[in-house]
């Protein structure tokens, strides 16, 4: 058990199915790295970023974390974002939440989990800044599945008021950001809307995003 042979077996039987199938690719993803697509996404092990899309190591550049959360003082993060931005020249950052998050949900419970709480923090700002609208959502899994949304989109506003970002639009180079959410109940990722590629399609984009999320509860609420 200390060596878990069976992941090694695993890897080895993965290493040699690859090599088959394609004889040159550990050699040339060896030599480097050129992804289009940064992943910021949850620290879930059921919504593994390369899986989800179908893609091959060497496609995307990955940051995950609880929650899918951005913010301004996570150097972990950043770090990561500004390597993506200046160093691999992505053209797409997905930011990628998912329904039934356990983070979201101890964010909205009300009960104490210990040094998490203070990561936690970050989506009930989001919540209590859209406190009006989740309102109208219930309880459980429908208040929770809002603020996942509400959630996503908040976070891509954070990526694109990064200097990182804005530095990068600035001086012209091709950037757009996404919005997804994938359901674990089916595997199927959807678009949230707040699509940017520019300074000024921040706001629009995502008062857009946020104003579809609150159409759908008043469809909910009326039907």
């Given at each position: 058990?200390?060596?878990?042979?069976?992941?090694?077996?695993?890897?080895?039987?993965?290493a040699?199915?690859?090599?088959?199938?394609?004889p040159?690719?550990?050699?040339?993803?060896?030599?480097?790295?050129?992804?289009?697509?940064?992943?910021?996404?949850?620290?879930?092990?059921?919504?593994?970023?390369?899986?989800?899309?179908d893609?091959?190591?060497?496609?995307?550049?990955?940051?995950?974390?609880?929650?899918?959360?951005?913010?301004?003082?996570?150097?972990?993060?950043?770090?990561?974002?500004?390597?993506?931005?200046?160093?691999?020249?992505?053209?797409?950052?997905?930011?990628?939440?998912?329904?039934?998050?356990?983070?979201?949900?101890?964010?909205?419970?009300?009960?104490r989990?210990?040094?998490?709480?203070?990561?936690?923090?970050?989506?009930?700002?989001?919540?209590?800044?859209?406190?009006?609208?989740?309102?109208?959502?219930?309880?459980?899994?429908?208040?929770?599945?809002?603020?996942?949304?509400?959630?996503?989109?908040?976070?891509?506003?954070?990526?694109?008021?990064?200097?990182?970002?804005?530095?990068?639009?600035?001086?012209?180079?091709?950037?757009?950001?996404?919005?997804?959410?994938?359901?674990?109940?089916?595997?199927?990722?959807?678009?949230l809307?707040?699509?940017?590629?520019?300074?000024?399609?921040?706001?629009?984009?995502y008062?857009?995003?946020?104003?579809?999320?609150a159409?759908?509860?008043?469809?909910a609420?009326?039907?």
């Open positions: 058990m200390r060596t878990l042979k069976n992941l090694l077996d695993r890897n080895r039987s993965w040699d199915g690859t090599r088959a199938a394609d040159s690719f550990f050699a040339e993803t060896s030599k480097s790295q050129h992804p289009q697509y940064l992943w910021i996404g949850c620290a879930d092990s059921r919504v593994p970023a390369t899986t989800v899309v893609m091959k190591p060497g496609e995307i550049f990955v940051h995950r974390n609880i929650a899918n959360v951005v913010v301004h003082t996570d150097l972990n993060c950043l770090s990561v974002l500004q390597y993506a931005v200046e160093v691999l020249k992505v053209e797409h950052i997905i930011v990628c939440g998912h329904y039934g998050c356990g983070g979201v949900k101890a964010a909205l419970d009300g009960q989990h210990g040094l998490i709480d203070n990561w936690l923090r970050h989506i009930q700002d989001v919540a209590q800044k859209h406190e009006g609208m989740l309102g109208g959502a219930g309880s459980g899994d429908a208040r929770t599945d809002r603020l996942t949304e509400l959630n996503v989109i908040e976070q891509v506003l954070n990526v694109c008021r990064t200097t990182i970002v804005e530095d990068a639009w600035e001086r012209g180079q091709s950037l757009c950001l996404h919005s997804w959410i994938y359901s674990i109940e089916d595997g199927i990722l959807h678009d809307g707040a699509c940017v590629a520019s300074l000024a399609e921040v706001e629009p984009a008062e857009a995003a946020v104003e579809a999320i159409g759908r509860l008043a469809e609420s009326n039907g």
